[in-house]
Antibody
Framework: QVQLVEFGGGSVKPGGSLRLSCAASGFTFSDYYMSWIRQAPGKGLEWVSYISYSGSTVYYADSAKGRFTISRDNARKSLYLQMNSLRAEDTAVYFC???????????????WGQGTTVIVSS | EIVLTQSPATLSLSPGERVTLSCRASQSVRNYLAWYQQKPGQAPRLLIYDTSNRATGIPARFSGSGSGTDFTLTISSLESEDFAVYYCQQRNNWLYSFGQGTKLEIK
């Protein structure tokens, strides 16, 4: 079945780094854009970043720009999020999701992982 | 950046009732609006995309409508499993944003 599994979350001190991974199965990974979305404790959803099929195009929310890097390895069917200079406000559950962006303007996430928790605290 | 405002923040209703949730965009998103349902401790689930298209496996009691800046999600007759938080989401100029959510609780 179609599945996304995130891992790599954990506790880190402010200013530290963490790399999240997302393993895909049950679909042709290279045929889809992929996104990261996060949810701070008790808060709503915040889109973080997405990446095109080949990885040649990436976009970031302002909160992630310059600190986070999204990448993918289609051979390994994996998505990554390298997070540097972490702040307390980056504390959240991070979800990876299959992204149905198209060139006409539509964009939504139709498959989600269960999420991995990142805690940034001294 | 397009801001999505959902109303109301919380709704208290009983099973069997009809409910309409609202999502207003700060500028036109054409018909590129999606709705998600999220239950505690779970990932969001796609309900509706491109304003009115139900995602795979979503019951017919869920429907979406609207265009431009004003959108609604309607649940025709609430089931016990529908009590959750609902988010709208748009994509514009290659960037995404979500509304702040509407919590549907049992009265």
């Amino acid at each position: 079945q179609v599945q996304l599994v995130e891992f790599g979350g954990g506790s880190v001190k402010p200013g530290g780094s963490l790399r999240l991974s997302c393993a895909a199965s049950g679909f042709t990974f290279s045929d889809y854009y992929m996104s990261w979305i996060r949810q701070a404790p008790g808060k709503g959803l915040e889109w973080v970043s997405y990446i095109s099929y080949s990885g040649s195009t990436v976009y970031y929310a302002d909160s992630a720009k310059g600190r986070f890097t999204i990448s993918r390895d289609n051979a390994r069917k994996s998505l990554y999020l390298q997070m540097n200079s972490l702040r307390a406000e980056d504390t959240a559950v991070y979800f990876c999701a299959r992204d149905r962006t198209d060139r006409y303007g539509s964009g939504f996430m139709d498959v989600w992982g269960q999420g991995t928790t990142v805690i940034v605290s001294s | 950046e397009i801001v999505l405002t959902q109303s109301p923040a919380t709704l208290s209703l009983s099973p069997g009732e009809r409910v309409t949730l609202s999502c207003r965009a700060s500028q036109s998103v054409r018909n590129y609006l999606a709705w998600y349902q999220q239950k505690p401790g779970q990932a969001p689930r796609l309900l509706i995309y491109d304003t009115s298209n139900r995602a795979t496996g979503i019951p017919a009691r869920f429907s979406g409508s609207g265009s431009g800046t004003d959108f609604t999600l309607t649940i025709s007759s609430l089931e016990s499993e529908d009590f959750a938080v609902y988010y709208c989401q748009q994509r514009n100029n290659w960037l995404y944003s979500f509304g702040q959510g509407t919590k549907l609780e049992i009265k």
